[in-house]
C-alpha cells in the first residue's frame, strides 16, 4: 500500500519483506529514505535502521510499528531517526513527514552549496562603487531593483564585477534571508546543463544512480543568478524560457510538475541583442531576461574610480597578508592609469594583491613591483619592440584572443580556431607549464 501511494505522489519507491532483502537493496544502490517496521520476519527493523545510520549517514530512517512503546520511541531518537510513526498510517500524516523530510534536504542542499562556495570565491571582492557618474547611477539602479521581483540582465566585460551586483542586489532585498544559488553555465557541460537546472529522476540517463534537484529547486524562494547565459544552447533556451513564464517544469526523466518562486539575474560578457541578431540567443527568452538591463562600464571608463578602487585593494591586501602598507608610490598610481585594464576589476584585483606581497614593510608600493608593462591607450598585436614575433607567440596569442572573444568557452574558442578541444587544451597545458596564467588571458595576448 504504501510503495502504490509513493508512487501515485511522484516517488520512487521500492518495497521489500525482510532485513535480508532491506540489505541487498542498500548494496544495490543509493535510498533517500527508508520507511521500515518494526517488526520484520528475520529480525528487528530497528536493528536494520541503526546499521544503515552507520553505513549510509546522509540516508533518513523512518521507523513504524503498531506496538508503540517509551523505550522503542526513545531508541529511535537515541540513533537519529527522522520519525517515528505510528500505524495503520494516514496518508495526509505521511504527507506532512515528507514535506519536512524534503525541506530540511534542500536545506542541507543550500548548506552545503554554500560552503563550495565560500571555498571557491575570491576574497576582496568587496563592493566598491567608486564616484563617477556612471557607478552612482548604477548603484541608484541596483537600490531600486533589489525592492522588486523583476528579472534582471547584466551585461559588461570579464572582471567588471557582475557578481558582485548581483550580490548587492540580492542583499538589498527581501529575498537577503533566502537561498542564493549561482550557476556559471559556461563551466557546465552541455549535456548535463539541463539536469543541474532542473535535476533528474533516479535513471533519467546512465549515471543517474538517484534523484537529484536542480538548482531551481535549491533556489526556491531565493533568487539563482545564470551567470554566462549565452553558453546556454537554443535547445534548453526554450525551456528556460517556459520556467520563466510559468514558473513550472519537470526534473529530467520525470513527469511530475514542480512550482517555484525564483528570482532571476542572468549576467554575460557578451553582447545578447549581438548574439539574437546572429542567431546564436532566442528573441523571445532575451526580452524575458531583459526587464531591467544593467550594463556595467569597464575600469578604463570609471576615471577616478580607479583611485577608490586601488586605496580599497590596498588597505584590504595588507590586512590579509599581515602588512603596514602606505599606499601606492605617485610613479605606480600614474602606471595604474595608464594601464587599459583589460581584464578589468579583477585584474586589478591580482595586480595589487601581487603588488602587495612583493612590497617591503611599512612604506608605499614601489612602481617596479607592479609588474605592469607600460603600455599606450591603443592595444597591437606586436611587441612594444619593432621585433617581430614568433610562429609560437602569434599562436599563443591568437588562442587567447579567441579564449577572450568567446568568453574562456573553450569548445567554441576551438571551433572558431578550426581546431580540435583536445589541441586547444593540450597548447594550454603547454602554456601552464611555460608559466603562463591560462585563466587570464589577457594578460599575454598583447
Known amino acids: 500500500m504504501l510503495v502504490d501511494y509513493l508512487g501515485t505522489q511522484g516517488y520512487t519507491a521500492l518495497g521489500v519483506r525482510s532485513i535480508h532483502q532491506g540489505e541487498e537493496a542498500m548494496r544495490a544502490e543509493a535510498f533517500d529514505l527508508v520507511i521500515c517496521d518494526l517488526r520484520l520476519e528475520d529480525g528487528s527493523g530497528l536493528d536494520l535502521l541503526k ?11 523512518i521507523l513504524m510499528t503498531g506496538y508503540a512503546t517509551m523505550e522503542t520511541a526513545v531508541e529511535a531518537i537515541r540513533i537519529g531517526l527522522f520519525d517515528y510513526m505510528i500505524k495503520p498510517i494516514v496518508p495526509a500524516q505521511l504527507d506532512l513527514v515528507l514535506q519536512r523530510l524534503e525541506s530540511l534536504k534542500q536545506l542541507q542542499s543550500e548548506n552545503s552549496y554554500l560552503r563550495q ?12 562603487w567608486g564616484r563617477s557618474d556612471l557607478m552612482q547611477g548604477i548603484l541608484e539602479m541596483v537600490k531600486k531593483v533589489a525592492q522588486t521581483h523583476a ?3 547584466i551585461q559588461g566585460e570579464s572582471g567588471t564585477g557582475k557578481e558582485v551586483v548581483a550580490h548587492a542586489i540580492v542583499q538589498n532585498s527581501t529575498r537577503a534571508q533566502m537561498p542564493f544559488i549561482k550557476v556559471n553555465c559556461a563551466a557546465v557541460p552541455e549535456t548535463l546543463l539541463e539536469s543541474e537546472f532542473f535535476g533528474h529522476e533516479k535513471g533519467a540517463f546512465t549515471g543517474a ?3 537529484r534537484e536542480g538548482r531551481f529547486e535549491t533556489a526556491n524562494g531565493g533568487t539563482l543568478l545564470l551567470d554566462e547565459i ?21 526534473r529530467v526523466g520525470g513527469n511530475k510538475t514542480i512550482r517555484v518562486d525564483v528570482r532571476l539575474i542572468a549576467s554575460t560578457n557578451r553582447d545578447l541583442q549581438e548574439e539574437v541578431r546572429q542567431g546564436r540567443f532566442r528573441e523571445d527568452l532575451f526580452y524575458r531576461l531583459n526587464v531591467v538591463p544593467i550594463n556595467l562600464p569597464p575600469l578604463r571608463l570609471r576615471g577616478d574610480d580607479l583611485v577608490d578602487l586601488v586605496d580599497f585593494y590596498v588597505s584590504h591586501f595588507a590586512r590579509k597578508h599581515g602588512k603596514e602598507i602606505q599606499g601606492v608610490t605617485p610613479r605606480g598610481l600614474e602606471r595604474l592609469k595608464a594601464y587599459r585594464w583589460p581584464g578589468n576589476v579583477r585584474e ?11 612590497s617591503a614593510q611599512n ?3 614601489e612602481v617596479p613591483e607592479l609588474g605592469l608593462e607600460e603600455k599606450s591607450n591603443s592595444f597591437t598585436m606586436m611587441n612594444v619592440s619593432n621585433a617581430l614575433p614568433t610562429v ?24 572558431k580556431l578550426g581546431i580540435s578541444l583536445r589541441t586547444l587544451r593540450n597548447k594550454l597545458r603547454e602554456y601552464r607549464a611555460a608559466g603562463y596564467d591560462t585563466s587570464k588571458p589577457e594578460l599575454w595576448v598583447a
Open 230 to 250: 549565452a553558453e546556454i544552447p537554443l535547445s534548453l533556451q526554450v525551456k528556460l524560457l517556459r520556467v520563466l513564464q510559468e514558473r513550472e517544469f519537470e
Open 151 to 153: 528579472t534582471v540582465l
Open 209 to 211: 544512480v538517484q534523484r
Open 392 to 415: 609560437d607567440e602569434m599562436e599563443r596569442r591568437l588562442i587567447g584572443s579567441m579564449l577572450l572573444q568567446t568568453g574562456h568557452n573553450k569548445t567554441r574558442a576551438a571551433e
Open 51 to 61: 546499521q544503515i545510520k552507520q553505513t549510509a549517514p546522509k540516508t533518513f530512517g
Open 117 to 128: 562556495q565560500q571555498q571557491t570565491d575570491g576574497e576582496g571582492s568587496g563592493v566598491v
Open 363 to 365: 612604506g608605499p608600493v
Open 348 to 358: 586589478l584585483q591580482n595586480t595589487l594583491e601581487r603588488a602587495v606581497i612583493m
